[in-house]
């Protein structure tokens, strides 16, 4: 028996580890992978709520939230192909024009 | 202690010291493997809540296919380390002090709040046919509207890494 807090806690510091490392991570690609901890943090609760309550909605949500993290993948990393190849820099820092 | 405890703790302390190495490590192919470390370990996780699918899912899609996808694009970039930059003191000074407050205010809320409440393992249950009922049935529009979405991001990610000079469209 694991109290449904511990789950939370865990799930809570996954978030926050997501959320610095967006802001503090200056690498394109790095930034990205900080999404999908966040998004790893939220499913963790999900799962965590869905097993509290017995309800298994929360499972199937689960599996629409790692559905859009796939297309979200997918269509970013194509945008940091296509950023690099205008750029030649990974660094956000340097990706501060919208138009060329 | 009980030896589901004891397996959350381990597969917890993995999630943690996967997610802060992906904050320390300043190449991006470190950052993505403790990331799949991550990953893995929620997947035990998963198990422990008696989400059986759910932890294939997480192994098969999040650490197989999309993690694949950020390797592949780390070594097609050829990205380096991350070059150091200057911070603002003032956020230093006065975000990790807040931050920390406010996680343990927050961890004391939710510890006081729901102490008693336990997760029985594997009492759920939640064996793939249930959720295939409830993905297939009641959920039958948000997955159909997903499998569109799917095929949206598959024609943008073409269109998007396309070469500029192979695109018909192309303005210059």
């Not at chain 1, 790893?40 to 909605?57: K, T």
């Not at chain 2, 295939?132 to 948000?142: K, N, S, T, Y």
């Not at chain 2, 095929?151 to 695109?167: D, F, N, R, T, Y």
Request: with cysteine; hydrophobic share 60%; proline share 3%.
């Amino acid at each position: 028996m694991v109290p449904l807090s511990y789950y939370l806690l865990l799930s809570g510091f996954l978030f926050a580890c997501g959320v610095v490392g967006f802001l503090i991570k200056r690498n394109i690609i790095t930034i990205f992978m900080s999404i999908e901890l966040m998004l790893n943090g939220v499913n963790l609760s999900f799962v965590a709520f869905a097993a509290h309550w017995h309800a298994l909605s929360g499972q199937v949500f689960v599996f629409f939230v790692m559905v859009v993290a796939a297309a979200e993948a997918a269509v970013g990393l194509a945008i940091i192909i296509s950023v690099y190849r205008t750029r030649e820099t990974l660094n956000v820092d340097q990706v501060n024009l919208l138009k060329l | 202690m009980s030896f589901h405890l004891i397996l959350f703790l381990a597969f917890g302390a993995v999630c943690v010291g996967g997610a802060v190495n992906l904050l320390a490590q300043r190449h991006p192919i470190n950052s993505a493997l403790s990331l799949i470390a991550v990953m893995a370990a929620l997947a035990g996780e998963y198990l422990l809540l008696g989400a059986e699918f759910v932890a294939a899912v997480q192994v098969i899609v999040y650490a197989g296919a999309i993690m694949v996808l950020f390797v592949f694009v780390i070594m097609l970039l050829n990205a380096g380390e991350e070059e150091e930059t200057k911070g603002s003191r003032v956020a230093v000074l006065f975000g990790v002090p807040g931050m920390l407050i406010a996680s343990v205010l927050m961890a004391w809320v939710v510890l006081r709040r729901s102490g008693t409440e336990a997760v029985p393992i594997g009492a759920l249950p939640g064996p793939p046919t249930d959720i295939a009922q409830l993905l297939f049935h009641d959920f039958l529009l948000p997955f159909e509207v997903t499998s569109v979405l799917i095929l949206i991001a598959i024609m943008g990610a073409v269109v998007l890494a396309s070469k500029p000079e192979s695109s018909s469209g192309e303005v210059d």
